[in-house]
């Protein structure tokens, strides 16, 4: 009896942690996302700076590198043997600096897009999940997976020619900026993609272990190097020296201005920190899907909060995105069928 229920209690606690964790991941997802479209909205001009808050709240993560190391020390029975320091730190920082790349594409999307349009386009980040995958995984296509890819491209491809009604694209200098966010919000999504492909191959080839404490110290390696690239290109390219006048000027004032940094910061972790979860109780694969679950979040939310329209093409491009979507889970649910077969 005693047994019985202490394996109840062990369930029970692995459905709570998965619940707390993909809420972190939906949640703090579509408040990053609509933070960020905020500070453009209300006076805010520095790409860099909008890129840097995805990165720098990387000390939150600290503490699961303590939890962990004391969980690692007091199990010394497997010698694990360790990569060479070279490879893994030139690892670290090539990973770091496309982390960088990656977050200043997904910035400029999101400057000249709105959140519908730009959510709507991050649904893609699966499409070439599959396409990586079958180079540097050896994922193999079927019929489900591929028809996920061309629902996928229609899906984006009908906002190229989506043009808001309000006249937001009316000019050749705004109906350029628009195909720029665009570009580049399917540049992230692919950049997205592949750094999930790139992490599961060196999980198998370079450290050929997977734990929590691993995933977190490539979390923080990763963004610590980040970090440093944004901050240079922030000085370099002398933004920083209109951040205070952005401040003073910003429409909601200066503490929401400072508020509304430190909330996309936070939020961006707690993403993290829900994602790194979800690989470990479950897999990665589990944890982008849920992250591409809440992409149709940030719509509705952006919808009833930014007053961004919610058109009949939108409305056609998420149904077809949440179809490529369906597509592609079926193959894997058919795969863990025959798996546990």
């Not at 993909?22 to 001009?45: A, D, M, P």
């Not at 990165?55 to 190391?69: E, H, N, R, V, Y």
């Not at 240079?232 to 003073?248: P, Q, R, T, V, Y």
């Amino acid at each position: 009896m005693t047994s019985e229920n202490g394996t109840e209690l062990v369930q029970n606690k692995w459905w709570i942690q998965m619940v707390i964790y993909s809420i972190f991941v939906l949640c703090s997802q579509s408040i990053g996302t609509l933070l960020g479209r905020l500070y453009f909205e209300k006076g805010g001009n520095s790409k860099w700076l909008a890129t840097l808050v995805q990165t720098i709240g990387f000390p939150i993560l600290i503490p699961f590198l303590l939890i962990t190391s004391t969980k690692t020390n007091s199990n010394k029975n497997i010698e694990i043997k360790k990569p060479p320091f070279l490879i893994v730190a030139s690892l670290y920082t090539l990973l770091g600096l496309f982390i960088a790349g990656d977050c200043m594409l997904y910035t400029i999307g999101l400057q000249y897009l709105p959140v519908t349009t730009y959510s709507l386009i991050c649904a893609s980040q699966l499409g070439f999940n599959a396409l990586f995958s079958y180079f540097l995984n050896k994922q193999k296509f079927t019929p489900y997976i591929v028809n996920s890819l061309v629902i996928l491209t229609v899906s984006s491809s009908l906002l190229v020619l989506h043009n808001d009604d309000s006249g937001e694209h009316s000019n050749k200098t705004s109906r350029r900026k628009y195909m720029f966010g665009f570009l580049s919000t399917i540049a992230a999504s692919a950049g997205g993609a592949l750094m999930l492909c790139i992490t599961q191959l060196a999980l198998q080839k370079i450290f050929k272990r997977e734990s929590f404490r691993l995933i977190v110290e490539m979390s923080v390696y990763q963004s610590i190097t980040a970090t440093m690239a944004i901050l240079i290109g922030l000085f370099a390219s002398g933004e920083w020296k209109k951040l205070d006048k952005e401040m003073n000027e910003y429409k909601l004032g200066k503490i929401l201005y400072v508020l509304n940094l430190i909330g996309t910061a936070i939020s961006w972790q707690f993403f993290t920190v829900g994602s790194i979860g979800l690989i470990f109780k479950v897999s990665s694969l589990f944890s982008n899907v849920i992250s591409i679950l809440g992409l149709p979040v940030a719509p509705v939310l952006a919808v009833i909060f930014l007053n961004d329209k919610l058109t009949g093409i939108k409305v056609m491009s998420m149904l077809l995105a949440i179809w490529g979507f369906v597509s592609y889970m079926y193959q894997h649910y058919l795969d863990d069928l025959k798996d546990k077969a």
